[in-house]
């Protein structure tokens, strides 16, 4: 209702003209970052302040999806995964004139791999116990020997920016196309070029195109739009289906949608043996029928065209079809089919008793489904999943809860049923995941640190996953997640509903835009990026 | 002119009398102290209160860090010990005490800030805003309050009377988005969310006051209304009148924290948001004692100036 009222609101809200200066891009984070420590990053504001002033040795391109050499040349992965060397491009500089030198790439590998760091970048690179070795190999080469393989270990290095070993400035002196220049809690971040940059254009010129790129901290999602409209943004990133559409009818060529993101909603069970359930729910949540039931009950179709507009696909299983490689293009979502469901559901011993569905033992199916308060698609969702379920005559409590509550039920007192939430992938290689599917990771959300495997399906996971991480060779790789994906599809231990569309807005000022899948969608190549310039009124 | 001249006489003799009778007194210097001592200890309960509710909350000493794939076990770990480090509440608040006396008050681990440095850079903007709601809903208040009084016409009542029931049924939040829509700063909002209470006070206040007998009296004898009020209804209520500031301080405290929410305003309201759907510890027990501390204070000045004048009526 409140929403509701804000977007009215807004959407009369007067015009207003705003001077800006030239050659500035503006946009916004959701709150202050946390940390200008590029090697301690592990929210979105953060990350985005990293990934426009740091300089990285080898860059995914968020459009290709390939590795491209940034400050390394060239490099080679060597000793099953164990090694890296990289070759360095000369004559570079900080942003405060340091030179760039080996040194610099061995002491932020120790820097990542300090333990006492507790880098979340860096816990990526620790697959085994034991210490980093780094070193100079030449003027202008530099290795890094791990202590144990670390799988697509070039690709890890895209969220490594290098630290200056010698500047005075530490980590405010920076190898990317900005640098902080000015940060005001809890109002704005104002990055300005960098005078050092070291890449050019095909012309010869210096990059970045841009003067400087201010970051407005601004929570108030409505706020951010009004804010587009009048001009005063030039990108809004994350755009929820109901805000695209109203934009893209007043503004249709300023919209993006980019096709399906690496995100994912998705529904477990509480598997944990420990879990303060009754014994037979926690029956119910350990069967497999049970389970792909529920899946196959939920209309995936209705989801993306209720809930999301048609901004989204129907989830396959843990990998977006937005990743290229790594999907298993074998596997299908499940067909919504109540009948099927319902004789599913009656292999398993349930069956209908009046309007309800009742187990062997005669308890009625009832069970709750937490979710976060306040994400007003979540609780479209819900809707939706409890009127298909309540077809099977299955009765769903959805319960909402604010998010730390929620952390608290499903990490560390397993107090709930099932749950409904969004899991956001950060990289495109299975590495990536192996967290949650590792039966002894504390990510396997719905049964967590098994001391051994309680399942003979969880144990073919972990023998899978410890294999790809092993292998070096991609297609092996690829061979052993495609059978993990598959497992997951049979077992439903995660019911993957949809992967959302990567929506966004861009100004018609912005030049050079090219939206990718991956996140950041429309600043990945900020370095290219223009705008235009003086005052600016759109409404 | 000459009612306002009578008023500021009539203020200055009352102001004078009041000093000498503070002076004459056996121990006003007693009376401060045994208010700060009061202070001192609600603000001291209030943060302990404040600090065993939030422990006791669904949700405290979880890390959203949890939930990241990329962490090991060891980071897991330190996380973990982190927040337990604020699991026992006495030895917390024992803690955050001996830090505070040290002018330490803590660090913040959501925001990665110490929270003297968050509350520095945000009290201003907030402190701003609260004089402007506060001042405007006492002006605001009292003004209407006075024009009901005053002119006694049944449709002045009704519509003062449905001004104040609407700003006071409307949630803050709601009276924050007109702000938006108008444009208008998020600080007037608050004016609006304080006047209803300060309005309500003062009518009955103010009328109960002209009923008085000296008031009466002052009316038979002629004197000019303006004189009756300002001199014989206005002045005398005055003390009561600032107690009002104490209860207008806490209530535009709270209005604030919408307010600063809905229209992005990077003040402590906003902060005291964050703070709570972070379970941030000792940002909130923080953010509890300074507004206790604020309104308490508000609240002593008002009763120390009621003090003051009790023996000269």
């Known amino acids: 209702m409140l929403r509701t009222l804000l977007a009215l609101a807004l959407a009369a809200a007067p015009a207003v003209t705003v001077a800006r200066a030239a050659g500035e891009l503006r946009f916004t984070l959701r709150s202050d970052p946390k940390t200008f420590n590029p090697l301690l990053v592990e929210e979105e504001p953060s990350e985005t302040i990293r990934y426009l002033t740091g300089g990285v040795l080898i860059r995914l391109n968020r459009y290709t999806q390939e590795l491209e050499g940034e400050l390394a040349s060239k490099w080679k992965v060597s000793e099953n995964g164990r090694r890296i060397d990289f070759e360095l491009r000369r004559n570079l500089q900080f942003s405060d004139g340091t030179p760039f030198t080996c040194e610099d790439v061995a002491f932020t590998v120790r820097q990542l791999m300090d333990p006492a760091l507790h880098s979340p970048t860096g816990d990526a690179f620790r697959s085994a116990p034991g210490e980093v070795e780094t070193k100079c190999t030449g003027p202008a080469s530099a290795m890094a020997r791990f202590p144990g393989p670390v799988a697509a270990l070039a690709a890890q290095f895209d969220q490594v920016a290098v630290l200056s070993a010698h500047s005075a400035h530490k980590e405010a002196a920076v190898l990317g196309p900005f640098v902080v220049a000015d940060y005001k809690p809890g109002s704005y971040v104002l990055l300005r070029r960098n005078p050092n940059y070291w890449k050019r254009d095909a012309n010869g010129r210096q990059l970045p195109y841009l003067d400087s790129i201010r970051l407005e901290i601004q929570q108030n999602r409505e706020l951010e ?150 994400n007003k698609l979540h609780e479209r969702m819900l809707a939706l999943i409890q009127q298909d379920l309540a077809k099977l005559g299955i009765q769903l409590n959805v319960v909402t809860l604010d998010f730390p509550s929620l952390i608290e039920r499903i990490s560390r007192s397993f107090n709930y049923e099932s749950v409904l939430m969004a899991l956001t992938n950060v990289g495109l290689d299975p590495n990536d995941q192996m967290n949650i599917w590792l039966s002894s990771a504390a990510n396997h959300q719905w049964n967590p640190n098994q001391k051994a495997p309680e399942t003979p399906w969880e144990a073919e996971i972990d023998k899978l996953m410890q294999a790809q991480t092993a292998s070096q060779d991609a297609n092996k790789r690829k061979g052993y997640f495609d059978k993990v994906q598959q497992i997951v599809s049979e077992q439903a231990p995660m019911i993957f509903l949809v992967n959302p569309d990567a929506l966004s807005a861009v100004s018609a000022n912005l030049k050079n835009v090219t939206p990718a899948l991956l996140h950041p969608q429309i600043f990945w190549n900020a370095e290219r990026l223009s705008v235009g310039t003086g005052l600016v009124s759109q409404k | 002119m000459f009612s306002l001249a009578g008023h500021s006489r009539r203020a200055g003799r009352g102001a004078a009398q009041s000093v000498a009778t503070l002076q004459g007194r056996a121990a006003p210097i007693a009376l401060v102290l045994r208010h700060l001592r009061r202070i001192l200890l609600t603000v001291l309960l209030g943060g302990l209160l404040g600090a065993t509710l939030v422990r006791l909350g669904p949700g405290f000493g979880v890390d959203e860090r949890d939930l990241d794939q990329r962490l090991g076990t060891e980071s897991r770990a330190a996380i973990r010990s982190e927040h337990a480090a604020d699991n026992n509440i006495a030895l917390f608040y024992l803690r955050y005490l001996s830090g505070l006396v040290r002018g330490d008050l803590g660090f913040s681990k959501s925001l990665n800030r110490p929270v003297a440095e968050l509350l520095k850079e945000r009290l201003p903007l907030t402190l701003v805003s609260l004089a402007y709601g506060v001042l405007g809903g006492l002006g605001i208040g009292f003004a209407l ?147 206790a501390l604020l309104t308490l204070v508000v609240n002593t000045l008002a009763d120390l100036a009621l003090a003051a004048r009790r023996p000269a009526e």
């Open chain 1, 225 to 374: 739009l009004l804010r587009f409209r009048r001009g005063e943004l030039d990108i809004v990133n994350r755009l929820d289906p109901e805000m695209y559409d109203r934009l893209s009818k007043d503004l249709p060529h300023s919209v993006v949608d980019a096709g399906p993101s690496l995100d994912m909603e998705l529904v477990f069970f509480n598997q944990v043996s420990s879990a303060p359930l009754p014994d037979y729910k926690r029956r119910w949540f350990r069967s497999t029928e049970f389970r792909r039931a529920i899946s196959e009950a939920i209309h995936r179709d209705d989801l993306v065209r209720i809930v999301y507009r048609g901004h989204a696909r129907p989830a396959v299983g843990p990998v977006s079809a937005a990743n290229h490689f790594w999907l298993n293009a074998a596997l299908k979502p499940p067909v919504y089919e109540p009948s099927g469901t319902l004789a599913r559901l009656q292999r398993d011993g349930f069956h209908r008793a009046g309007d309800s569905l009742v187990d062997r033992d005669g308890h009625k199916v009832e069970f709750s489904m937490i979710s976060n308060a306040g």
């Open chain 2, 145 to 291: 309050a006075l024009v009901t009084v005053m002119w006694r016409a049944p449709a002045s009542d009704v519509l003062t009377a449905i001004l104040s029931g609407l700003c006071l049924a409307v949630p803050a939040a709601v009276i924050a988005l007109v702000f938006l829509w108008m444009g208008a700063p998020g600080r007037w909002a608050i004016a609006l969310v304080v006047f209803p209470h300060v309005y309500r006070y003062a009518k009955n206040l103010l009328v109960s006051t002209y009923q008085l007998p000296h008031v009466l009296a002052a009316r038979a004898k002629g004197l000019s209304s303006l004189r009756v009020l300002f001199a014989h209804v206005v002045l005398p209520a005055a003390p009561q009148l600032a107690a009002l500031a104490g209860i207008s301080v806490s209530l535009a405290f709270g209005a604030s924290i919408p307010i600063e929410v809905i229209s992005d305003t990077p003040g402590v309201g906003q902060l005291a948001w964050r703070a709570a759907l972070d379970r941030d510890l000792p940002l909130l027990v923080n953010i509890t004692i300074l507004v």
